[in-house]
Every structure is written in C-alpha cells, then in structure tokens.
T-cell receptor
Framework: AQTVTQSQPEMSVQEAETVTLSCTYDTSESDYYLFWYKQPPSRQMILVIRQEAYKQQNATENRFSVNFQKAAKSFSLKISDSQLGDAAMYFCAYRSGEDSNYQLIWGAGTKLIIKP | DTEVTQTPKHLVMGMTNKKSLKCEQHMGHRAMYWYKQKAKKPPELMFVYSYEKLSINESVPSRFSPECPNSSLLNLHLHALQPEDSALYLC????????????FGPGTRLTVL
C-alpha cells in the first residue's frame, strides 16, 4: 500500500524568504501523480501544484516549485518570496496512475506560519 | 476562484434533525466526491459518484445518504447524526474518475449538537 509522509507538523518563515516543505512517499508503482494542496483558515482546499511521475522536469507555478526526486521518493515544495497569504496547512498527496485506483493518499499536513 | 460551490457554509443541527449539504460544479466534470475532514487532519473519502452513479461508499454509516441528481449536482442528506460527525465536509470533482486531479469546494462546517 502507498503511504505519504510529511515529517514537519509546523514550519515558520519570515515574510519574503524561501521555505521548503518536505514530503516522502512509498510506492511500488512507476506511474503516479503527486500533488501539493493548500488549505488556508478559510478552509478551501486549493491545488498548488501537481507532478506526473513520468516527467523528469520539476513542476513550477509562479512562486511555487517542487523538487521531485523519483528514486528517493521525495517531493518537496519550495515557496519563494513568502507572502502572508501563503499561511495555511499544506498537504502532500499521491494518486496512482492506474485508472481503477482513484484514491488520493494524503500526508498528515504541514502548518506553515508566515512571520511579518 | 473555485468552480465547485457548496452550501451552506455553516450548519448547526440537532441529533434528530434532517438536513442536506449541496455541492455544484461548473466544470463539466463527471466524477464527484464527498470527503469528511476533522480539524488538522487530511480529508477522508466518503463517497464517489461517476457519471451520476455511486461508485464507491467507503463504509460510511447509513445516517449519511448521498444523491447525485445530475452531472453538476451532488447532495449529502444527513439524518440522526452524532456529535462525532461534526466536521468540515468537502466536495470535490474531477473530469472523470480516472483523471488525476481533483478540485475542491470551500466546504461546509457541520456542528452536531
């Protein structure tokens, strides 16, 4: 069975600085997807970034980028130029590439605090 | 801006009440999901609909009853809930069941007294 581990329950960063959130996963599959979702106090679960396992290039979305290390089964999220609006719970999630396996496997989450 | 909407935002109900949560998506997706989320925990999958048919029921108690009237709407009917059912209920959708990305609504905060 696949598992996702986020080892940092809480992280804090000074506004405008860079922070990296870690995520590791365990799977025997070769085809899968990885996601970072953000959930601010407003509760909305927002997709931040997604990565297809078959792509070697790391995904980026504006200030958000990932460091995808397939062999190490690591999928860290880097947030550059942190802003107050980045404060949220961040969840890492895994989805199998098999069509019949629709479930998202979630990490426990990392609470990100932005210091002004 | 989300294209998955949920109503109401907040709901307080007694254990004998009957209420419904509503979810609507405007992306033409054919798979829709209900999740339950406790504070500071990741979401737990409850139900999955694919092409308006219930595909998955993750052993959810019968006091939760899902309904999918059409491809854009998803309801969750609540009856005789327990205080431990208090949680954030999230709706999500994806293009089809096999599609990788799920998009979430803003959730309904449910409190059972």
């Amino acid at each position: 069975a696949q598992t996702v581990t986020q080892s940092q329950p809480e992280m804090s960063v000074q506004e405008a600085e860079t922070v990296t959130l870690s995520c590791t996963y365990d799977t025997s599959e070769s085809d899968y997807y990885l996601f970072w979702y953000k959930q601010p106090p407003s509760r909305q679960m927002i997709l931040v970034i997604r990565q297809e396992a078959y792509k070697q290039q790391n995904a980026t979305e504006n200030r958000f980028s990932v460091n995808f290390q397939k062999a190490a089964k690591s999928f860290s999220l880097k947030i550059s130029d942190s802003q107050l609006g980045d404060a949220a719970m961040y969840f890492c999630a895994y989805r199998s590439g098999e069509d019949s396996n629709y479930q998202l496997i979630w990490g426990a989450g990392t609470k990100l605090i932005i210091k002004p | 801006d989300t294209e998955v909407t949920q109503t109401p935002k907040h709901l307080v109900m007694g254990m004998t009440n009957k209420k419904s949560l509503k979810c609507e998506q405007h992306m033409g997706h054919r798979a829709m999901y209900w999740y339950k989320q406790k504070a500071k925990k990741p979401p737990e999958l409850m139900f999955v609909y694919s092409y308006e048919k219930l595909s998955i029921n993750e052993s959810v108690p019968s006091r939760f009853s899902p309904e999918c009237p059409n491809s854009s709407l998803l309801n969750l009917h609540l009856h005789a809930l327990q205080p431990e059912d208090s949680a954030l209920y999230l709706c999500a959708s994806s293009q089809v069941l096999a599609t990788d990305t799920q998009y979430f609504g803003p959730g309904t905060r449910l409190t059972v007294l």
